[in-house]
């Protein structure tokens, strides 16, 4: 069996973590409804992100499973958010990054999740994706740009908007970097605000991890 965690975060929602190890000829036997899968396997990209699509729908499953016995093939809406159209309440989302693959299901409300190897990437990138007073708070902390990008990222699959800008219409409220909590994120549109809680963790030194459950407050 693959090394896998799940872990309830509410009665309706649960966390899902891959440690990916296995051939994609491991992966295929775990799947249910593989005639759907098949017609949607990712042909031509390269053998790590074969592998991490694939372990990323058979964690879909095992998420399911521990909320629902309905059965259900994972499909993506245009936006390329996933989703079980059997199961229209239920928000469902997937992020992979190097060896880990992360997965977060509610049976009644939207979710984002995203998962990144510690890299200075991000730091790197930071003036295309981070606000003047966001860089300043990262400071030269390279976990720290990675966790505001991923952070980001759970607030961008939340919401399923495309053409947001990072740097101006998800902003986070200033943090100290441990190695679990809860940020502060908004969203900003022009008729539109929202305030956010966003968990995170680190599930090894060399990753960060952050989830959101449409968790909302109007202001």
């Avoid at 296995?22 to 992100?49: F, I, K, M, N, V």
């Avoid at 190897?117 to 860089?135: G, H, I, N, T, Y």
Wanted: charged letters at 20%; a neutral charge; aromatic letters at 10%.
């Amino acid at each position: 069996m693959p090394f896998h965690s799940l872990s309830p975060v509410s009665q309706t929602c649960v966390l899902g973590l891959w440690h990916l190890t296995e051939a994609a000829e491991e992966l295929w036997p775990l799947l249910p409804a593989q005639t759907h899968y098949l017609s949607r396997y990712p042909a031509g990209r390269d053998e790590l992100r074969a592998r991490q699509w694939l372990a990323g729908r058979v964690l879909a499953h095992y998420l399911l499973r521990e909320l629902n016995d309905t059965p259900a093939t994972l499909h993506n809406d245009p936006n390329g958010r996933p989703y079980f159209p059997e199961l229209p309440a239920a928000g469902v989302s997937l992020s992979h990054s190097g060896e880990w693959v992360a997965g977060l299901l509610s049976t009644q409300a939207a979710v984002g999740i995203d998962i990144e190897q510690v890299r200075p990437k991000a730091q790197q990138l930071a003036r295309r994706f981070l606000s003047e007073a966001e860089q300043a708070n990262a400071g030269n902390e390279t976990a720290k740009y990675c966790l505001y990008w991923s952070a980001k990222e759970t607030l961008y699959k939340l919401h399923s908007r495309r053409g947001l800008v990072f740097k101006e219409q998800l902003l986070l409220s200033p943090f100290e970097l441990r190695e679990a909590g809860v940020l502060t994120g908004h969203l900003l549109l022009e008729n539109f605000r929202s305030q956010h809680h966003i968990r995170y963790l680190r599930p090894t030194p060399d990753y960060v991890l952050t989830y959101a459950i449409g968790e909302v407050v109007n202001w």
